[in-house]
């Protein structure tokens, strides 16, 4: 109900849900009308080459550049008027600072990425956009970086998008494709994710409202479903198996790559033969996976530039009809995207290579990036690596709440009872089950009542582990001599959820929300 004019209107259930379709739809509409007057396979390959320099660019001062101060110099750059200005003296600096460590064409893509986001920084500003989300500008490099990483999602998906998507004969340049994209992400790309996640909420939380006033809708609750550095949640990364189990995991002989490229091939088979000896205990190796691999590997082998991979669509058939243990139809069905005029479920799609018509392309990057989503759906159902991956768990928050001050201590079972992770922070003890569930967040798009029913059934059993706990914590409080006692679930996969005592990992550093009281 509205107050009077200009005044909020709260919506909720059918009528929220809705207004919300609605704007979906308008959303989706006005991305396929920007793409429309393109030609797609020019659009695609504009497009899949500013994404290797955004790659590339988040990457370089991350892990392809050993000199701090270069790192530190490079993080500061600002990309504002002053740049502009005088983009030559700059990117002459940046190509002295680089050079040493970079090659000369990845250089290259990263000047003109910088002159590119300037100018759309630029661009943003004249039209009252001065941020992108919390913290998240195009200021300088180092905020540029933390941008472009919060939008990766949505930068693969239009890449999939395109070929539906574009209809017209418009050559879309290379240094044009920003300017026509980033907005679209900000308007709508961004905004359908958002949507759909609302939708989720409504499924999931009888109280959710939208406050709806002229500037927009604003709803009551909100999901966070990454991880720390806009990565998705994973039972147990390649990244948390090395740091954390690495002893138990025996070194694959690697390839040498040129240190001078950020992406290659070579370092493609040498992730797939990483991915290989990481997770080899847990089955990972059997046919469906070694499989895969081997197509993976052989696919390395046609890249031109070390990076794009293009291969006519009966030479990728044939190369799949020796793929063993696989059925051809099916791995083509794995490995090629299927164009969709809708945007939202790009967003969920990992098949590597775009459908162009006579060919399919795809690059080093979106190889491996698959092969890390077929690896999570190949081990997710394996008993002993779902056990293992939960011992990782506690282990991670264990790491996270030392580096909040919390005091671990090696409690694991008092009279035949198992405790997770207890810990002492003040006077107070905090103890935390870890939960490794996983939960199918693709799920929100595609079939969100599904989603809500399975969100509720984790949060029901949280829950009831809560009240278990409660009902031991004399065990705790005499073992420890501490009178005071609060209880946490800490979940890997994100939930829904209004009891504070559950706690998603990716809020685990927030540690004024763990010490709250529920």
Sequence with gaps: ????????????????????????????????KALRDYEPAAAVRGWHETIRAIEEFINVPLFAVDDDLVVQWLFSLRLD??????????????????????????????????VQLAAIRSAFRMHGQTSFGPGLTLDTVGEAIGYLQSRRRHFVALLYLMPAACKGSRRLAPLDTLNVVLPQVEHSCTTITGLYLKLALIEALPEFNLEVDAAGSYGSHWLETLDVGFLEPERASIMVMHELRGDEIATPSL??????KVFSAAELRNNVKLLSATYDAFGLNDSDFSAVAAVITSLSRRSTD??????????????LKTAGSLDAGELERLLV?????????????????????????????????????????????????????????????KRDLEGLGFKVTDIKRINRKEFDVVTI????????????????????????ALYARYNRALTNYYAKALVKDEKREGLLKDKLGLGKIQHRVVSRFPVITTDRRIVNYNRLRDREALLANR
């Design 425 to 448: 922070y003040g006077d107070v003890i905090y103890n935390f089950q870890c939960k490794n569930n996983w939960i199918d967040l693709a799920k929100v798009e595609s079939d969100r």
């Design 306 to 319: 070390d990076y794009v991979v293009a291969i006519g669509k009966d030479r990728l058939r044939s190369l």
């Design 337 to 397: 995207n299927r164009p969709s005029a809708d945007y939202a479920p790009n967003t969920n799609a990992y098949e590597p290579f775009i459908d162009l018509g006579h060919a399919v392309v795809s690059n080093v990057n979106l190889l491996s990036r698959f092969l890390y989503a077929f690896k999570n759906i190949h081990l997710g159902s394996r008993k002993r690596f779902q056990i293992h991956a939960g011992f990782i768990f506690e282990d991670m928050v």
């Design 255 to 260: 390839e040498p790559v040129d240190p001078k």
């Design 81 to 114: 008027e002053s740049f502009l200005a005088n983009p030559v003296f700059t990117l002459r600096q940046v190509e002295a600072k680089l050079s040493p460590h970079l090659d000369a064409a990845t250089v290259r893509r990263i000047g003109q990425l910088m």
């Design 1 to 32: 109900m509205s107050d009077g004019p200009g005044a909020a209107e709260i919506l909720r259930g059918d009528d929220a849900r809705q207004l919300i379709l609605e704007q979906i739809e308008a959303h989706n509409g006005g991305i396929l």
